[in-house]
């Protein structure tokens, strides 16, 4: 306990402290600092909407009327043909298939669709120059179709280490003939000066190059040229009925647009294989096809022949 006589003087110092402490003045505002009670004076252009020059502002777009396209031009079923080594003078090409001097398509026809090949694959149409200057005097729409075949071995061991399939295996390298098959077709195509922007592939027995009893190898190289038009910009389509797919290629369904043969019949009973009930692999009828007087004959399907820029080139 503190002594009595120094008590006093201690306690009147404590009860004055606060009056003292509390009589002193609130300090001033230091430069830049703002009372958080008094709101800050809003510099020009600083939350406020400022006026924007007229030179940046947005021009103002005038309406634009766009004119309508115009309907797609339907010209019924359209009439053409199509050639390749059977039309070539007789005597030419590959001793398994020596042309045979077969007459072109009628003057009717509006276009023709040109075979690629003597046959097998790897093996060009000996006559395509000719018959590609045939169709440009003519003044002729033009397309191009390719026979796809099963190679040898000598042929896999030559073109199946390149393409999309894998080398190491059978079906890659299977793969891989069907895409080169592609790729010489169009180098075929692109010597002899033809201009087609489509290929359909013919996928049907091919005498002494015949199709394996392996339906997965067969698909692989039929698959493979299909990447192989695919990968070069071309559209494709298949030539083929379902009793010469289905024996090859078993239930493989490409959904690719079809192109379908009728053998030697008529005009009529072609049109009768436009209908869905003719379908192979998945895809519509563009065209039809029937042999007459020694003539592969063509017409379009009902209804497709708005597509014919698709699947032609006019010269």
Known sequence: MWPRTNAFPAVLLLLLTPVLFGCAGEPEAGPGTASPSVRAEAEPGVGSEAEVPTSLAPPVQESVEVPSLPPANDRGIVEGGDVSWPQCPKGMGIKERRTLGLPMPLETAEYVIIGLTNGPAFHPNPCLASQVEWAKKNKLMTSAYAVTSFPDEATTRRYG????????????????VGYQQALWNLETMKRAGL???AIWIDVEPVAVWEWSDDVAANQAVVTGAVAGYRDAGKRVGVYSIEGLWTPIVGDLQLQLPEWRPAGESSRSAALERCGGDWMFQGGAAVMVQWLENNRDRNVTCPGESVQLPLWFHQY
């Open 161 to 176: 280490g390149e393409g999309p399939g894998d080398p190491e295996t059978r079906i890659g390298r299977l793969t891989n």
């Open 195 to 197: 201009e087609s922007p």
